[in-house]
């Protein structure tokens, strides 16, 4: 991390950031403030969007939490609100709030898979629709966050391959229907992230981690720079002709087949 921040691509503009209190989010929220945006921060608990925002803060960044659940449309809105009052039109919205957990199908209960949807993919519309009178006009740049499981099936993730799958298709739609008011729409696809929870959950430290960097086309894992800075890609100029694209940071794990080998049920 830069140990002060500076104004480059996003002065002037605001960032809104959901999910954006941990993880990979967080990373992203953190490189959108080092290139001057004024950061927006979206989740469930006020106490980690603080956080983060005062480490913001620390290096001159300005940043602020709105503690709200993405599937709770009301909240939702109020907080993005709340987020557009404080700092002005919206230019960028980063869609990162998602839940994961390995279950077999076969075993899982039905809130179980409604509540990873229900994050995941309605959390990503319902961001997307309470932005979107907040959101400049021409000029927005919104990413949602996928997930290889989009395209490549997965044993024990049933409720995220669907979900994300969603995710994908929502994007390349709103990206048809916002074209004509200036707003472009882009998926960013990580692959497996190092020192995150999902990967602790999904492929801890030890034999299935290190034969999944074996497969990789680019033999290790992906940084939460290498996500961040794919999403700072495509929120600037540079990418200004770019939308409905469905881009994989993934050092190759898609195109290569490779998959994280969980156990599967067995009759």
């Known amino acids: 991390m830069s140990a002060t921040f500076r104004d480059g691509l996003f002065a002037d503009r605001t960032a809104l950031v959901t999910g954006g209190g941990s993880g990979i989010n967080q990373r992203i929220a953190e490189r959108l403030a080092e290139q001057g945006a004024r950061v927006a921060l979206v989740g469930r608990t006020q106490s980690k969007l603080d956080a983060v925002a005062s480490g913001i803060a620390s290096r001159g960044g300005e940043s602020a939490g709105f503690a709200a659940d993405v599937r709770d449309y009301d909240a939702l809105a109020s907080a993005i609100g709340s987020a557009a009052e404080r700092f002005g039109k919206i230019g960028i919205v980063v869609c990162g709030a998602a839940g994961n957990f390995p279950a077999p ?10 509540s990873v949807v229900d994050i995941d993919l309605l959390g990503t519309f319902n961001t997307c629709r309470a932005a979107l009178e907040h959101l400049e006009r021409p000029g927005a740049s919104i990413v949602t966050i996928s997930a290889p499981q989009a395209v490549q099936a997965m044993a024990l993730q049933a409720h995220v391959c669907a979900a994300k799958a969603g995710v994908d298709m929502l994007t390349r739609t709103l990206a048809i229907e916002w074209g004509a008011l200036g707003i472009r729409v882009n998926a960013v696809v990580p692959g497996a992230v190092a020192d995150t929870e999902g990967m602790d959950r999904l492929a801890p430290a030890g034999p299935v981690r290190d034969a999944l960097e ?21 929120c600037s ?31």
């Open 105 to 114: 199908a076969a075993v899982m209960s039905a809130n179980a898979f409604k």
């Open 237 to 267: 100029d540079a990418a200004r002709y770019i939308t409905a694209a469905v881009v994989e940071c993934d050092g190759g794990m898609t195109a290569a087949g490779v998959t994280i080998r969980m156990p599967r049920q067995r009759p």
């Open 214 to 234: 074996r497969e990789l086309p680019l033999g290790r894992l992906a940084t939460k720079d290498d996500i961040a800075d794919t999403v700072i890609f495509l």
